[in-house]
């Protein structure tokens, strides 16, 4: 039985995990109708409670941030962690389409939210918007206490190799399924060569179907699924954009231990940005960092990170 299946995973995720996840389903099936659409907002309260400095942490390429989850639990109930959400993920959103304007947007939002110093972060694409945040804020003069980026590079540039087919949604889909198995432990039972083999509609459907069965069944349809291509899709495309200026502050990088094929340059780029970056090796790769077992030091090593920043 399907309805079983689906409380029973639902049940392994923690409380927090649980209330994270409605929240986020509610707004990928947008108001009802009798529901006046709420203001455009990308801050997300994942934790609001806590005498610490806020920390605010921008979303990957996906544009969610139901990814720091587990970050957010693991650095404590008096750490108050809100997270950055793109735009247009929820029904009635438009859609930003560079990282400036990304950044400038969040910038807003979370000066409303507090007086600064500020704490900042942001894995992978969330690196860049984190890193234009920063800069924006500290040309208006506000203090930023901490930059943290996770795993991520200034951009690709200048080298950006070959334009992705945005056309082609089996690669989208795929790195969906990739994300959800490695970051969530959720296996969908899909191939490329399976989804590349049905036509389009088809493919939807398989790919819904293949969702229904996880704690994100809620969300299975074809609009939110269309939403969120589309952001997808917008946020790649204006990371490959992104020409960063310096910035005259601190970055601290975090880089998982499993790179695969060894960088050339140890910071990514950052190096050249900004006049001191610090190097912080952590356990897993790319995704796995923000899972258990090893989101457990990365969060112990940010907290630090966090009170050391704390003026």
Same mark, same amino acid.
């Given at each position: 039985?399907?309805?079983?299946?689906?409380?029973?995973?639902?049940?392994?995720?923690?409380?927090?995990?649980?209330?994270?996840?409605?929240?986020?389903?509610?707004?990928?099936?947008?108001?009802?109708?009798?529901?006046?659409?709420?203001?455009?907002?990308?801050?997300?309260?994942?934790?609001?409670?806590?005498?610490?400095?806020?920390?605010?942490?921008?979303?990957?390429?996906?544009?969610?941030?139901?990814?720091?989850?587990?970050?957010?639990?693991?650095?404590?109930?008096?750490?108050?962690?809100?997270?950055?959400?793109?735009?247009?993920?929820?029904?009635?959103?438009?859609?930003?389409?560079?990282?400036?304007?990304?950044?400038?947007?969040?910038? @807003?939002?979370?000066?409303?939210?507090?007086?600064?110093?500020?704490?900042?972060?942001?894995?992978?694409?969330?690196?860049?918007?984190?890193?234009?945040?920063?800069?924006?804020?500290?040309?208006?003069?506000?203090?930023?206490?901490?930059?943290?980026?996770?795993?991520?590079?200034?951009?690709?540039? *200048?080298?950006?190799?070959?334009?992705?087919?945005?056309?082609?949604?089996?690669?989208?889909?795929?790195?969906?399924?990739?994300?959800?198995?490695?970051?969530?432990?959720?296996?969908?039972?899909?191939? @490329? @060569?399976?989804?590349?083999?049905?036509?389009?509609?088809?493919?939807?459907?398989?790919?819904?179907?293949?969702?229904?069965? +996880?704690?994100?069944?809620?969300?299975?349809?074809?609009?939110?699924?269309?939403?969120?291509?589309?952001?997808?899709?917008?946020?790649?495309?204006?990371?490959?954009?992104?020409?960063?200026?310096?910035?005259?502050?601190?970055?601290?990088?975090?880089?998982?231990?499993?790179?695969?094929?060894?960088?050339?340059?140890?910071?990514?780029?950052?190096? +050249?940005?900004?006049?001191?970056?610090?190097?912080?090796?952590? *356990?897993?790769?790319?995704?796995?960092?923000?899972?258990?077992?090893?989101?457990?030091?990365?969060?112990?090593?940010?907290?630090?990170?966090?009170?050391?920043?704390?003026?």
């Amino acid at each position: 039985d399907r309805e079983a299946r689906l409380a029973e995973r639902r049940a392994r995720l923690s409380a927090e995990q649980q209330s994270l996840l409605e929240q986020r389903l509610r707004a990928a099936r947008g108001p009802r109708p009798e529901t006046a659409p709420a203001a455009p907002s990308s801050l997300v309260a994942i934790q609001p409670s806590g005498d610490r400095p806020p920390f605010f942490c921008v979303h990957p390429a996906g544009g969610d941030v139901l990814c720091f989850q587990a970050l957010s639990h693991h650095l404590g109930t008096d750490q108050p962690f809100y997270g950055l959400q793109s735009r247009g993920l929820s029904a009635g959103e438009e859609k930003l389409d560079s990282i400036e304007a990304m950044a400038a947007a969040y910038r @807003e939002e979370i000066v409303r939210a507090a007086p600064g110093p500020y704490h900042l972060g942001g894995w992978s694409l969330g690196g860049a918007v984190v890193y234009e945040l920063a800069r924006q804020l500290a040309s208006e003069g506000r203090a930023v206490a901490l930059l943290a980026i996770v795993d991520s590079t200034p951009g690709p540039w *200048p080298d950006a190799g070959p334009e992705l087919d945005e056309g082609d949604d089996v690669y989208w889909l795929m790195e969906i399924v990739d994300y959800l198995q490695r970051l969530w432990g959720l296996d969908l039972g899909l191939s @490329e @060569e399976a989804l590349r083999a049905l036509a389009p509609e088809e493919r939807t459907r398989r790919f819904l179907a293949a969702l229904q069965n +996880t704690p994100f069944g809620a969300a299975a349809s074809p609009e939110p699924l269309r939403r969120l291509l589309d952001v997808f899709k917008t946020n790649v495309r204006a990371f490959r954009r992104y020409r960063p200026g310096p910035y005259p502050g601190r970055i601290t990088l975090f880089r998982p231990a499993e790179v695969g094929e060894p960088e050339p340059d140890p910071l990514l780029g950052w190096g +050249t940005l900004a006049p001191r970056v610090d190097l912080e090796t952590v *356990p897993g790769d790319h995704v796995t960092a923000l899972a258990e077992p090893h989101v457990a030091t990365l969060a112990a090593r940010l907290r630090i990170c966090i009170d050391q920043g704390n003026p």
